[in-house]
């Protein structure tokens, strides 16, 4: 018999509320699982970058300990050169009151090594064109009396305005000085023969200087070159208005008629030119400067080499050989220059110039301003330029030098900081055995100056000529610009010398060589 299915019975309410209960439990549990394995995820990262961030904290620590010593350490080498600093300025300053007493000990009637502050000019005050105050002043002499050659009444009748009488007339002398241009042209009848001893010979005149006769000899006279030769290479006029000129006097010359005529003056002046030579390679002190300068349109060098009685130009290269063929092998005297290398093989004595080292510690003081070691070094220049200048009014000359050259030797041997204070004392260093030689050596001059104006006229040559053209140019210039110089500085003239030396029956001019330079 089979078993009948009984029926479902329903299921009760509170069993369904149990199992509801149950499942939301379960989907609690397993939400709350995933909020576990994500806050496991999250504390996992966070101590990952806690661990980077404490390896950060120790870094910074070892770099912060690090920056600690190098701080420390700085300020202990900051502490030695502030102490250095103070050494040497209150050194610097004891060595500047012993100079200043010892100036004054030696000479209290001497004006002072330092101008008083009411008499110094603010800095960067341009000095004014003239001579200062309280310069005595100087005056034109009058002219002296010439020989009257006309004479001309111009009397007064009546008013030139009104035409109306004239009361009280008096008589008025005044006098007139006026250039007359006259040419001058000699005809000259030479002759020419055979000599049974001396062979064809010819008459000459006094003021002839070429037997040449047409379009080969020289048709103007000795003064009318020396003239020539005064305008274009002494005044610098150009050819072309030198012949302008000579045109004036009614002379007629072409500018290359005009450069072959002053060729054939430097040949005849060669032998003068030798006596400057010899006199300048015989004298104390010999100026030297250089500038550029055109031959043919390509760059060469102006030299310019003078003394007291003696100045020659020459052009060649900047190398130090033109300085041996200017002064010789064995120069007695002292060369100064500036500071160019091509002067530092010359085996001689030397002396560079106070005012270029002035020139350079200016230019230092614009980089370094307030430098107490600048401004030492350039008062001690100043002082021994001064010191230079009173040589023969102090009594103890040389123990006054000697002062001043162990402040410079302190100058010399300290250490300065400022890279401008250290350029300025390797430059000095450089050429220490020559900063003081015009202390030492009468005659000779603390600056270049002499060489820098024997050079300036021929720069503006150079503006309005160009330079050369030819070599040949090159000696004719140099030969005859260096002969009017020194004519000038031996108060001879320069056209004297020209129209004798081209003269053929003329005595010989006296020579140039003068007694050495006396200090």
Same mark, same amino acid.
């Given at each position: 018999m089979s078993r009948s299915r009984l029926p479902e019975s329903p299921e009760c309410g509170g069993c369904a509320r149990l199992r509801a209960r149950l499942a939301k439990a379960e989907d609690d549990v397993s939400r709350r699982k995933e909020q576990a394995s994500a806050a496991r995820t999250k504390v996992k990262e966070l101590r990952a970058q806690a661990s980077a961030a404490r390896a950060k904290v120790k870094e910074l620590r070892v770099q912060v300990s690090a920056a600690r010593s190098e701080i420390k350490e700085l300020k202990a080498q900051l502490a030695t050169s502030e102490a250095i600093r103070e050494q040497q300025r209150a050194q610097l300053g004891k060595q500047q009151e012993q100079i200043e007493t010892l100036g004054q000990e030696a000479h209290r009637q001497a004006a002072p090594f330092r101008v008083p502050?009411?008499?110094? %000019? @603010?800095?960067?005050?341009?000095?004014?064109?003239?001579?200062?105050?309280?310069? /005595?002043?100087?005056?034109?002499?009058?002219?002296?009396?010439?020989?009257v050659t006309d004479t001309a009444e111009v009397p007064l009748d009546c008013c030139p305005h009104c035409q109306g009488p004239v009361n009280e007339v008096e008589p008025r002398v005044q006098f007139i000085d006026d250039v007359i241009?006259?040419?001058?042209?000699?005809?000259?009848?030479?002759?020419?023969?055979?000599?049974?001893?001396?062979?064809?010979?010819?008459?000459?005149?006094?003021?002839q200087v070429s037997t040449a006769t047409g379009a080969a000899g020289t048709h103007i006279g000795g003064r009318s070159l020396a003239l020539? &030769?005064?305008?274009?290479?002494?005044?610098?006029?150009?050819?072309?208005?030198?012949?302008?000129?000579?045109?004036?006097?009614?002379?007629?010359?072409?500018?290359?008629? +005009?450069?072959?005529? +002053?060729?054939?003056?430097?040949?005849? *002046?060669?032998?003068?030119? /030798?006596?400057?030579?010899?006199?300048?390679? %015989?004298?104390? &002190?010999?100026?030297?400067?250089?500038t550029g300068w055109w031959v043919g349109g390509l760059p060469r060098w102006l030299w310019a080499a003078t003394s007291l009685h003696y100045t020659i130009y020459d052009i060649g290269s900047r190398a130090s050989a033109m300085v041996t063929k200017i002064l010789g092998d064995d120069f007695p005297g002292v060369l100064v220059s500036d500071c160019?290398?091509?002067?530092?093989?010359?085996?001689?004595? %030397?002396?560079?110039?106070?005012?270029?080292?002035?020139?350079?510690?200016?230019?230092?003081?614009? /980089? &370094? @301003?307030?430098?107490?070691?600048?401004d030492k070094t350039k008062s001690l220049f100043k002082a021994s330029i001064v010191l230079h200048d009173l040589r023969k009014d102090i009594t103890d000359y040389a123990?006054?030098?000697?002062?001043?050259?162990?402040?410079? &030797?302190? *100058?010399?041997?300290?250490?300065? +900081?400022?890279?401008?204070?250290?350029?300025?004392?390797?430059?000095?260093?450089?050429?220490?055995?020559?900063?003081?030689?015009?202390?030492?050596?009468?005659?000779?001059?603390?600056?270049?100056?002499?060489?820098?104006?024997?050079?300036?006229?021929?720069?503006?040559?150079?503006?309005?000529?160009?330079?050369?053209?030819?070599?040949?140019?090159?000696?004719?210039?140099?030969?005859?610009?260096? *002969?009017?110089?020194?004519? +000038? /500085?031996?108060?001879?003239?320069?056209?004297?010398?020209?129209?004798?030396?081209?003269s053929l029956g003329l005595p010989p001019p006296p020579p140039l060589v003068v007694k050495p330079d006396e200090p």
């Open positions: 502050d009411e008499r110094r %000019k @603010p800095e960067g005050e341009k000095k004014r064109p003239g001579r200062e105050k309280g310069h /005595q002043g100087s005056y034109r002499k009058p002219p002296q009396p010439f020989e241009v006259l040419r001058r042209r000699l005809r000259l009848t030479t002759y020419r023969g055979i000599c049974p001893h001396c062979g064809r010979v010819h008459s000459t005149h006094p003021e020539a &030769a005064v305008l274009n290479k002494q005044y610098g006029v150009t050819m072309r208005n030198t012949c302008g000129l000579l045109g004036l006097l009614g002379l007629s010359l072409s500018p290359g008629g +005009l450069s072959q005529a +002053l060729d054939r003056v430097a040949d005849k *002046l060669e032998p003068y030119m /030798q006596q400057v030579r010899e006199g300048l390679r %015989k004298s104390v &002190a010999v100026n030297v400067d250089e160019l290398s091509s002067y530092d093989p010359h085996p001689g004595t %030397k002396s560079k110039c106070v005012a270029h080292h002035l020139r350079a510690i200016a230019d230092a003081i614009k /980089q &370094a @301003p307030g430098s107490e070691y600048l123990f006054v030098v000697a002062g001043v050259k162990r402040n410079l &030797a302190a *100058l010399l041997d300290s250490k300065p +900081l400022h890279p401008a204070e250290i350029a300025v004392q390797n430059r000095l260093l450089h050429q220490r055995p020559h900063l003081l030689t015009f202390l030492d050596i009468p005659g000779v001059e603390p600056t270049n100056n002499a060489a820098e104006r024997a050079l300036r006229p021929a720069v503006i040559t150079r503006k309005v000529s160009a330079g050369n053209k030819t070599e040949r140019g090159v000696r004719t210039f140099t030969t005859l610009k260096s *002969l009017a110089v020194t004519c +000038l /500085q031996q108060h001879r003239s320069f056209p004297d010398l020209v129209a004798a030396a081209m």
